[in-house]
């Protein structure tokens, strides 16, 4: 079996890791158990871009419960857990001299150019055959087949040396490759792929960008908008792995210290509210003026970066947007400030910024923590390279919120593979009466109750006892 990880020799601490939190994933379980027997996915090949946790192996393994191959990479460099890519590719079956699992491709601290190699090696399986659905987190893999076809339809992949963005000069190192070994790789897989569904808000804005334009090659569903994904793991997730990250990395006690964080969405919203409940002074900064509003009315402080910048002992972007932090705003930034990213993409702190400003040094104090000195000696720690620090520097969100997201990503997959007709090319999210399922689903392990409507009062909401209970318009 093909794979790459750190070290198979941690397959037995990950595999007990994994058992763990399977009794905290009960929609996962609940899928595994409904469709014992049926296996919806058999036939479909899952390339999957998503961080290789412990709470993504109980995914992957549910994914292989209902018949699906799966080859997996993670999508950030630094979020992979070794010990559980290690028990993925060992398998349940299997030992580390014979591994029996699904082929991995995945370790912490990848380069670049080892993480867009992962990125291809997810879409083909032995004896050549090719993927024919994708599951993402940012939207990297369909990214890559979309550009492999454009630059196959042209027949000419750009030079590397002709942009100065490091990650798109290793994709095009990928593609470059792949032109002169297989030219028609990409346009093959693009062909065959029957649609991937997306985890992420900013993943999802890269597919809406390409639905508008006309660009999209196979059609989507949007993961990220099922109300028991964003509600949930952007806002509660965030707000149990932010102050684990920034707690794993420095330890510094938060209680008293002026935090900003950038960006007040689902994200935002959770970490805020984390960082507030370790008795930090929040302040938010917004360019929305509906989210200023609410985090005014949640009563935090909302100003302008620029303003506080140099008040601030933490500061988070959320926003999925670039250049929130800049260089300036670094410089300005208190002796020893905390600096870190929890949104998607490392664009939002100016890192290169950073790093050429005259004088400024970089030390590591450990992996995914460093200290940047200016000549004056005034110093800043910044978190995860600028990368998102919850699953840099910590270990994510925990299984129990992971496993609503997973849940729709489960039926999302089989959604698309076995109803493809009901979705046409495009953007699509999981019909509501699913995503009231997957909320249902984890409601018994923590003890709650539902009230249950009469049929009187079900015709007095001109609903159906059984649901959907809100309209598409109702904002939770
Ligand atoms: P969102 O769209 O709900 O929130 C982003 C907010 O940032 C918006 O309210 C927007 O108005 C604001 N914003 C945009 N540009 C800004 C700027 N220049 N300055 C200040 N505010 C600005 O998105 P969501 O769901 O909160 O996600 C944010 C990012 O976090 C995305 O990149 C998403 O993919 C990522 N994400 C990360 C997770 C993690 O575990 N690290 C989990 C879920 C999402």
């Not at 994994?18 to 905290?24: V, W």
């Not at 946790?53 to 993670?74: C, N, Y």
């Not at 900003?260 to 929040?282: F, N, T």
Request: glycine share 10%; with cysteine.
């Amino acid at each position: 079996m093909e794979f790459n990880v750190a070290d198979l020799s941690l397959a037995e601490y990950g595999r007990t890791e994994i058992t763990l939190a399977e009794h905290e994933m009960p929609g996962l379980m609940a899928m595994r158990e409904r469709y014992s027997g049926s296996a919806p996915l058999a036939g479909a090949r899952i390339a999957g871009s998503l961080h290789m946790t412990v709470q993504t192996a109980v995914l992957i393994e549910t994914l292989v419960d209902l018949g699906a191959e799966v080859r997996w990479a993670s999508c950030n460099i630094f979020s992979t857990q070794d010990h559980a890519a290690a028990a993925v590719v060992v398998g349940r079956d299997g030992t580390p001299d014979a591994p029996a699992g699904v082929p991995v491709f995945a370790w912490k601290g990848e380069s670049l150019a080892e993480y867009w190699d992962c990125a291809e090696k997810i879409m083909t399986w032995p004896e050549g055959r090719d993927a024919n659905m994708i599951l993402d987190d940012g939207g990297d893999a369909t990214m890559l087949v979309h550009l492999g076809k454009e630059y196959e339809d042209q027949g000419v992949v750009p030079p590397p040396e002709s942009t100065d963005n490091a990650e798109l000069r290793e994709v095009l190192k990928v593609l470059g490759r792949s032109l002169q070994e297989d030219p028609k790789k990409w346009t093959r897989i693009a062909e065959k792929i029957q649609g991937v569904t997306e985890e992420t808000t900013t993943g999802v804005h890269r597919l809406y960008e390409r639905s508008r334009d006309n660009t999209l090659l196979f059609t989507a569903i949007n993961v990220n908008d099922s109300v028991t994904k964003s509600k949930f793991d952007n806002k509660y997730g965030c707000r149990h792995s932010l102050v684990d990250g920034i707690n794993r990395a420095t330890d510094v006690l938060i209680g008293g210290k002026v935090a900003v964080i950038c960006g007040y969405g689902d994200v935002g919203k959770g970490c805020a509210e984390s960082l507030r409940g370790q008795g930090a002074r929040v302040i938010v900064t917004e360019i929305d003026p509906i989210c200023a509003l609410q985090a005014a009315m949640d009563g935090y402080q909302v100003a302008r970066l620029d303003d506080v910048v140099g008040d601030a002992d933490i500061i988070v972007t959320a926003t999925g947007c670039k250049d929130v932090v800049t260089a300036d705003h670094i410089a300005a930034m208190k002796h020893q400030a905390i600096l870190g990213n929890i949104g998607h993409f490392d664009n939002e702190i100016d890192m290169a910024g950073l790093a050429e400003t005259p004088g400024v040094e970089r030390k590591q104090v450990k992996p995914q923590v460093d200290v940047w000195t200016y000549s004056d000696g005034k110093s800043v720690i910044v978190l995860s390279e600028g990368r998102l620090l919850n699953l840099g520097n910590a270990t994510g969100h925990p299984s129990f919120v992971m496993s609503n997201s997973f849940t729709n990503q489960v039926l999302a997959q089989i959604e698309i593979f076995t109803k493809a007709d009901s979705y046409p090319i495009g953007v699509h999210v999981l019909p509501k009466h699913l995503d009231e399922e997957v909320a249902r689903l984890h409601l018994e392990s923590l003890g709650v109750d539902l009230t249950e409507l009469t049929k009187d009062q079900a015709h007095y909401l001109g609903i159906d006892v059984a649901g959907p209970y809100k309209s598409e318009l109702y904002r939770y």
